[in-house]
C-alpha cells in the first residue's frame, strides 16, 4: 500500500494500517523534528504527538500532496510550538522574592 492508502484507511481506524504507516514514518519524522529543534529526546516525544494526530485526525487530510508531506507539517507544527514553548519560559525571570523565613527580614524582628 501506499502512504496515501494507508492514510485514508487510518481515517476509517484501521489500527493496521496505522502500525505500517506508523512504522514507515517514524524514521522521517523523528530526522525531520531533530533538525528543527536539534534535540534527539525532544523529538522522540514530539513524534508520539504527532502520530497521534495522525491517528486522531487522518480524515482531515485533504488528499492534496502526499501524506509524508502532510505528517511533516503536523510536525514542524508541533516542533515551532515547542520552541515557542520553551522560549516563552526562559524569558520569564525567576524571582522568588524575599524569604519569609530570613533572619535578616526587618518585618520578622520584634518590635
Do not use: C
Request: aromatic letters at 10%.
Amino acid at each position: 500500500m501506499t502512504d496515501e492508502q494507508l492514510l485514508t484507511a487510518i481515517a476509517t481506524q484501521d489500527a493496521d494500517a496505522f502500525g505500517e504507516f506508523f512504522t514507515r514514518l517514524k524514521p522521517q519524522v523523528i530526522r525531520h523534528l531533530t533538525r528543527i529543534g536539534r534535540d534527539a529526546v525532544v523529538a522522540e516525544d514530539l513524534a508520539q504527538d504527532v502520530f497521534f494526530r495522525v491517528w486522531e485526525g487522518a480524515n482531515q487530510w485533504s488528499g492534496k500532496g502526499t501524506a509524508g508531506s502532510w505528517v511533516r507539517t503536523i510536525a514542524t507544527n508541533f516542533a515551532l510550538n515547542h520552541l515557542r514553548t520553551v522560549k516563552r519560559r526562559r524569558e520569564q525571570p525567576l524571582d522568588p522574592g524575599p524569604d519569609p523565613y530570613s533572619e535578616d527580614d526587618e518585618t520578622l524582628a520584634p518590635s
